[in-house]
Structure formats: C-alpha cells, structure tokens
C-alpha cells in the first residue's frame, strides 16, 4: 500500500476526491493507479484511502447505479451530503475544488492540472479559455479559469476522450462543448449535462446550429449545412454519422434533454 497513514477527509480533501471522480473513468478507481497514487500522497493519504473513497462515490452515481455498477456500498453520510452539494452548487465548488487540486501540485497559476492522457498527472501550460464576461466575472479570473479547466477535463473524460460524433481520440482536436451557450446561461456553465465533447470541426457546426442531436441523441444535419453538398471532404464529415446515436457519458449522466430541446428550438437553423 502507497502513501502516508490514513488521515481523516476533511471538507476540502472529499472536493478533491469528487474532482478526481469526475476525471478518473470508472475502471482506475484502483490503489495502484498513478493518478490515484500521487494525488493521495500529495494529500497526505494513502492511495487505498483514496481508492475506496472513489468507489464510495461511485455508489451515488446516479449512471453507475443505473448500469447495475454498485461501487462500494460504504458511502457515509458525508458522502452523501457533499455529492448533493457539489452537484447543486457546481459554478462554485468546482472552481473550488479544481483549486485545491491545482494547489495540491503547483503554486503557478500559469500551469493546469491534466488528467486526460490518464497514465499520470501532469502539468500544462493553462489553455486559452473563454475570456471572463460580466462584472463579478472581471474580478475573478482565476476562479472562472479553474472552472473551466474542470469542465473541460470532465466532459473529456466521462466520453471516454473521445468525440461523441465521430470517435476521434486525439485529446488537442477535442472540444468540451456546451449545449446551451456560454454566455446566456451562466448558471449552467459547469453542468456536465450540458457538456458535449466533440471534435474542433463538430463542436462548431453544434455551436453555430448546423447539426443538433434528436431526442434519441441521434445526429441530425441542417438544410444550411446540406446546401454545401456536394463537397466530398464535408459529407465525409458529416453524413456517415447521420440518424446515428452519439458516445453516451461512461458516468455521472446523459446530456440534459432540455437543453438539447432548447439547442434545437433555439440555435439549430433547421
């Protein structure tokens, strides 16, 4: 067994636990996992500790129970009381807890955390994210920054680092898209359920209405879109997904069905 001797989980360590959960895929909760491994030394714990605390959340997972996956059946009442309140008040404790993340491992505001090749933890250079918009946003940079690198590190990881649509598989081509805008809906900027990860090119035909998704998550094409036919290079991109259901999330849950009516009634141009 790896790390220090188990300490008690405190507020800000069970953050740090639901941050990883959100980025780890269901079959690395293990104690032998590097991610796993380093984050619980860093924390002063030991890699098992952390493990069934991962396995512990597992069990309120909402995707996993629907699957049959039990995880562990020892989730406390902490447990249980922090899932609820991490996922009702996403836009601040997952700034939070990317923070206490990020602190885990570098003071360098400059550098993110990143989980995605999932082999180890590793620090990059931060990503140009979407600029702060709004007066309360203005003053806080970096917690916008650190709420966007988590969106984007769990939207990536729970579709597997894969585009949804077409199942492109290189990390730096992939986009975490959201479903209903950025910038009109600022209450559900962090909301996996309205994450999408698709690739550059997909993620901009989603984002400018040219496809949408059905009720069954199939892949529909616009006539704006189709009146470009025929150009080989973008049916090839496009028309062999057509009619076809998308990658689901491997955990915490589907993309909202309400946003997506909302993308199609509001930004898809039919």
């Known amino acids: 067994m790896s790390g220090a001797p188990s300490v008690k989980w405190t507020r800000e360590h069970s953050l740090i636990a639901l941050n990883l959960y959100c980025k780890l895929p269901f079959g690395s909760f293990d ?25 512990n959340l597992a069990s309120l997972d909402p995707v996993q129970r629907a699957r049959g996956i039990k995880g562990l059946q020892g989730a406390s009442r902490q447990d249980r009381d922090m899932w609820r309140e991490f996922h ?24 993110e955390v990143d989980f995605l090749q999932r082999d180890k933890v ?38 597997g680092v894969c585009c949804c649509i077409s199942g ?52 529909v094409l616009s006539r704006r879109l189709r009146s470009y036919f025929p150009q080989p290079a973008l ?9 076809q259901p998308i990658r689901l999330p491997e955990k915490l849950a589907k993309p909202n069905a309400a946003f997506l009516a909302y993308h199609r009634e509001s930004v898809f141009e039919g």
């Open 168 to 219: 492109i598989k290189v990390p730096r081509l992939l986009i975490a898209s959201h479903i209903k805008p950025w910038r009109e809906f600022p209450d559900d900027r962090l909301n996996p359920r309205n994450g999408l990860c698709l690739s550059s090119l997909h993620d901009a035909a989603f984002d400018s209405g040219l496809i949408t998704l059905d009720e069954e998550f199939r892949v």
């Open 235 to 243: 049916e090839q991109n496009f028309v062999p997904f057509v009619g």
């Open 88 to 111: 009702a008040e996403l836009a601040t404790l997952a700034p939070e807890s990317e923070q206490l993340l990020h602190d885990l491992f570098t003071k360098d505001e400059r550098r």
């Open 31 to 55: 104690r032998d996992n590097a991610v796993v491994k380093d984050v619980a030394t860093r924390m002063g714990r030991t890699s098992n500790s952390l493990a069934m605390k991962l396995a």
């Open 122 to 159: 590793r620090l990059e250079p931060s990503r140009r994210l979407s600029a702060p918009i709004g007066p309360t946003e203005s003053t806080a940079t970096v917690r916008v920054r650190r709420g966007q690198q988590f969106f984007r590190q769990s939207i990536l990881n729970v579709y």
